[in-house]
Structures are given as C-alpha cells and as structure tokens.
C-alpha cells in the first residue's frame, strides 16, 4: 500500500502538462547557447526528485553532433521525463527495501571485484594469447577428437535451382543444370539473376534441413530415396520448377568432414588456449605471492 500511495502521489505531479518541461528545455538551450554548456560556479538545477537533483551539466553527453533545436528539445525532455521516473522508483525501492540493504550491498560488492578480475582477464587474453592457427593445429585437433564431431543431422554436397514455371528460359535452364561440363556450368551461373534461388557449388558440404527449408517442396519425399549417391530430382509447384542434384550424403552419427568444422575447431583451439592462459597467469600470481608472504592461511 505504502508503493501504490506514493506511485500515486508522484504520479498527478509527473504528468502535469508536458509544456512544462518543453519551456524548460526552450529556456536550458537558450541559455546554453544552443548547446554550448558554459562552466557555472554553482551548478544549475533542471530538475528535482526528493533530495536527489539532475544538474545542467548532466545534460551536456547525451547531445549529439548536428542535431537540429527540435530534436535537442524532445531529447532534453525525454532524458529528463526518464530521469524523473527512474529516481522515483528508486526511492520507493529504498524505502520499501530497506531490510534488502545488506544482501543488495553484498552483491554490488561481487559485482565490482568480478568485474574488475574479468576486465583484467580480458586484457590480459588480448595481450598474450597466441591467436594463430595453423593447419597442422587444426588436423592434430581433429585427429585427436574427431569423436566429438559426429553429426546430429545429414550433411549433403548439393546442386540446385529454382525458376519460375513460366520462365522462357526454362528449358535451356535445365539442360545447362544436367550437364556435367564445367563449361555449360559457368553458363548456367551467368543465368543466376533469371533464378529465385541456387546453390551452385556442390563441392562444400550443408545441412540437409538447409535444403528443405530452401526448397520446402521437397518435405513430402521420402528422405532415405531422397538422400542418395547422384540423385537427380525434378519438381514443380503452380510457382516455381525446382531441379535438386545429390552429389554426395554423410548421414547422421557420422563423423563431420574437417572442411565443415574447421570455424569450430578454430574457435574450440582458441578457448583451450585462453584457458590454459589464464590457468598459467593464477599460477604465476599464486608462485610469487608466496614467495613475497603476500598471504596467509590460518
């Protein structure tokens, strides 16, 4: 009851007509000579919340270059309208909180010394880990974990298209795509823009949920048909006409191809790194503090 009373109280005085902080504004940026904030020995106040006040000088980060006097207004008014707001309900929280006090200073008190260690953590993994990947970095992490890589889902190297039903190229579109001659094959690239959609380059692998997503026709197949060695599949809709080329399928619990976790492998060396990093760094602080008696155990 004690919240709502005050919320209640607060509220008739906040929303007196907004004229009120627009003349507030006119008259802080007149005075500023439109954003020029000249140091006062006493600092101005703009506005009051209880005992706590929001000075003129508050007001000089949140403007930003080259904005015009009527975005500058509804900027002040709406940092203030925020402030206002935001003061109100830390008092009541204050006041309604009381007995939180301890716990809330305790976990301020965490939240600074982890901040600080891990902004130091961060400094220190930008300055001394060791960024480079080579080749032979990635083949010895796969070689050595390649148990860990085995597929949740089918990975496929496909080819395909999709075209209008009435495009007037239609015919030549598919002879092109039929074609295993690398020639016919930079022809029917240079007729990309006459496709909704393609995927031309069956030499990388995707995932085959990828495919029908792209090609949601393709759903009502059987997928074990589907997923075949140098299946060719030809499909229409009322829209569109859609030729698919399986080149080849890894099927799920396989053990994915290095090529297509690569990024991952990179990214897994990395967090190895940081971690033995930071592990050294504890260490090292843990050796020299002992030899300088800098703690105790009692």
């Known amino acids: 009851m004690l919240i709502l009373t005050s919320i209640l109280r607060t509220e008739k005085s906040f929303m007196k007509p907004i004229y009120s902080y627009l003349l507030l504004s006119l008259i802080l940026l007149q005075s500023c000579d439109y954003f020029t904030f000249k140091k006062d020995v006493t600092p101005q106040t703009v506005a009051r919340v209880n005992d706590t006040y929001l000075y003129k000088d508050d007001l000089v980060a949140i403007f930003t270059k080259d904005i015009s006097k009527q975005d500058s207004i509804t900027l002040v008014n709406n940092y203030i309208n925020n402030w206002i707001k935001q003061q109100l309900l830390l008092s009541n929280a204050q006041l309604n909180l009381e007995n939180k006090s301890d716990e809330f200073e305790d976990l301020v008190k965490k939240y600074r010394e982890d901040l600080f260690i891990n902004s130091y953590k961060e400094a220190v993994v930008k300055q001394y880990l060791d960024t480079v990947i080579t080749e032979d970095d990635i083949d010895q992490f796969y070689l050595n974990n390649n148990e860990i890589f085995k597929l949740n889902e089918e990975l496929i190297k496909v080819k395909y298209i999709k075209i209008s039903i009435d495009n007037s190229n239609k015919n030549e579109l598919i002879k092109l795509f039929k074609s295993s001659s690398n020639k016919d094959l930079e022809k029917l690239k240079e007729n990309a823009l006459f496709m909704k959609s393609h995927h031309l380059n069956d030499s990388i692998w995707i995932k085959y949920s990828d495919l029908i997503n792209e090609i949601p026709v393709l759903k009502s197949e059987d997928k074990q048909l589907l997923l075949k060695k140098d299946n060719f599949i030809q499909k229409e809709d009322s829209l569109s006409l859609y030729l698919v080329t399986i080149k080849k399928v890894l099927q799920s619990n ?40 800098q703690f105790e155990i009692y």
């Open 254 to 293: 396989e053990i994915a191809p290095k090529s297509y976790i690569t990024p991952a492998i990179r990214q897994m060396i990395l967090h190895q790194r940081k971690l033995l990093l930071l592990r050294n760094i504890e260490e090292t602080l843990i050796e020299d503090a002992t030899k300088k008696r």
